[in-house]
């Protein structure tokens, strides 16, 4: 169903819509294509071996070797010896140091990764003893996972750590080693007796380079080597940043407890935020005007028989004054969940919403069924505030609006043909929506260049 709604056209940009609704493109955006000129007149397969990355990676796999062997030996020695004492009581407190100390050597591995290769992972869930002591502090070590985690890290890391230091260390020494061989043969052409680079020898036979075509084709195969080195490497990191990652981080449940608590301190201040805003609107608002009617109402009282026209007039503003406050009250009822939107659903709250944009406004909804009450209310309300950006800040000549659902998931799209430059990021309006889809598992997505049109999605959880 699509309709119509508004009249006029918005007033213009706001005073301070050029920094508040910026795109933000993200770090560097601006110096795009200076740098991606400068970078496109040397391939990338011919930067790798010299690029900072690439430094940093082959750093992280030397020295995976002896931290490898520094938390393989940790963890075996103190995991073997706590087992082993566990016929005692010394066993325990012997098990949970060393768990204890895996699980830091388990954070500098996880800074190690971060400075190295760039990998972010969350801290894994503290531990949560149950009862104070020492003794409650080792059953939290002795029953966290990844405590143990941390120990199965240590001992699958270490012979991936052998395995990737011999393969990185052979071809970046033999890939550079090679390639600078022409070098080394104009230097020292003759060495022990010997020109050129020995490649078999026996008692009866020897091959060495020492002619132009074969110090060339040496050459071209360190060309190989060292171009290929940096993503041998990068392969090899890969399988850390999984190990890293998967076993190092928090898992997915204790990550889904953290973003709920999360979201259920959003829900809170969000609703705190609006008990404000109400309490606010009625003090200042509806309030304020049935005490100065209250106080109209008397003065007409005692000039009743005094002075019946001034008490007429007077009662006559009073009348006018409880017009506007029941309008106040109204609006403000509205905000808090409007009548319409109970009685009638999306489409005719939505549609009311549109008529008292600045501009014209379509609004198609198709849906068949209608979502919970509370999904419900905050597409509502989503719309609408995105709506009143629209009258305020776009300066645009039309919108619209569609809402409709796939599968489980309720979408909503507002547009207009604005000058764009709407941002979610830095604590405008739109951040604080998205805060708010966010507590329920909802997502915002602005697509607003400069120059427009702007485009606003929302998808919600349908949950019936």
């Not at 933000?24 to 040397?42: E, K, N, T, V």
């Amino acid at each position: 169903m699509a309709t119509e709604y508004g009249h006029g056209y918005g007033q213009g940009l706001g005073p301070d819509y050029g920094q508040d609704h910026q795109r933000d493109f993200g770090p560097g955006f601006g110096q795009g294509h200076a740098d991606g000129g400068r970078r496109g007149r040397l391939p990338a397969g011919l930067r790798a071996p010299v690029e900072a990355r690439s430094l940093r990676e082959f750093a992280y796999v030397l020295l995976g070797l002896p931290v490898g062997i520094l938390m393989f030996t940790y963890a075996v020695t103190m995991v073997s010896v706590g087992a082993g004492l566990l016929v005692t009581f010394l066993g325990i407190p012997v098990l949970a140091a060393g768990l204890a100390g895996c699980r830091g050597l388990g954070a500098l591995e996880r800074a190690r990764a971060r400075g190295l290769l760039g990998l972010e992972v969350a801290d894994p869930e503290p531990l949560r003893a149950r009862r104070n002591g020492a003794l409650g502090w080792m059953g939290a070590v002795l029953k966290s996972g990844t405590s143990w985690r941390t120990v199965l890290y240590a001992v699958l890391q270490f012979p991936w750590a052998v395995f990737s230091f011999a393969v990185a260390v052979i071809f970046w020494v033999y890939g550079w080693a090679l390639l600078t061989y022409p070098l080394w043969f104009w230097l020292f052409p003759m060495y022990g007796g010997q020109g050129g680079l020995q490649l078999y020898g026996d008692e009866q036979h020897s091959v060495f380079l020492d002619n132009p075509f074969e110090i060339g084709v040496t050459a071209l195969v360190g060309l190989l080597f060292t171009l290929a080195s940096p993503w041998i490497v990068r392969a090899l990191t890969t399988v850390d940043r999984l190990m890293v990652h998967g076993l190092l981080g928090p898992t997915r449940l204790s990550a889904r407890v953290v973003e709920l608590e999360s979201d259920r301190g959003v829900v809170v201040d969000t609703a705190a935020a609006d008990l404000r805003r109400i309490e606010r609107d009625l003090h200042d608002g509806a309030q304020a005007r049935l005490v100065a009617l209250a106080m109209d109402l008397g003065l007409a009282k005692e000039k009743l028989t005094e002075d019946p026209q001034a008490a007429a007039r007077m009662v006559g503003e009073a009348h006018g004054e409880v017009k506007t406050a029941l309008q106040e009250l109204r609006d403000l009822a509205r905000g808090i969940h409007p009548a319409v939107l109970t009685d009638r659903g999306l489409d005719a709250a939505l549609s009311s919403v549109a008529s008292r944009c600045t501009v014209p406004v379509r609004v198609e909804v198709d849906l068949t069924e209608r979502p919970a009450a509370a999904i419900e209310g905050i597409a509502y309300f989503t719309v609408s505030e995105l709506l009143q950006n629209v009258s305020k800040h776009s300066g645009a000549g039309s919108a619209s609006v569609d809402v409709w659902r796939v599968e489980d998931r309720l979408m909503l799209q507002v547009e207009d043909d604005g000058q764009g430059g709407a941002d979610a990021s830095g604590g405008s309006g739109l951040a604080g929506l998205a805060g708010r889809l966010d507590a329920v598992d909802g997502i915002l997505v602005v697509d607003s260049p400069a120059g427009g049109p702007t485009r606003i999605t929302a998808e919600l959880p349908w949950r019936r």
